[in-house]
């Protein structure tokens, strides 16, 4: 995987699997897409975890994960 905003998705996805404050079993098991029309981060739809390219770039690692927690 050589795409840095993917790349970055994934570390958040991990980082919140080891921290275990939260259950993050439902988001690894999604693939990911991105759609350049969402207007957040990320988002959950239809069983794939949805991403937009620009937000996930201008989020810091924490912002990432707060993102992703809030579609748990």
């Given at each position: 995987m050589h795409d840095?905003?993917?790349k970055a998705i994934v570390a958040a996805r991990i980082s919140l699997l080891t921290e275990g404050e939260v259950p993050t079993t439902r988001l690894f098991g999604l693939p990911l897409?991105?759609?350049s029309d969402l207007r957040?981060?990320?988002a959950v739809s239809d069983g794939v975890l949805c991403f937009s390219r620009e937000f996930v770039k201008s989020h810091t690692m924490k912002e990432l994960k707060q993102a992703l927690k809030r579609n748990l």
């Open positions: 840095p905003i993917m897409e991105e759609n957040t981060a990320v």
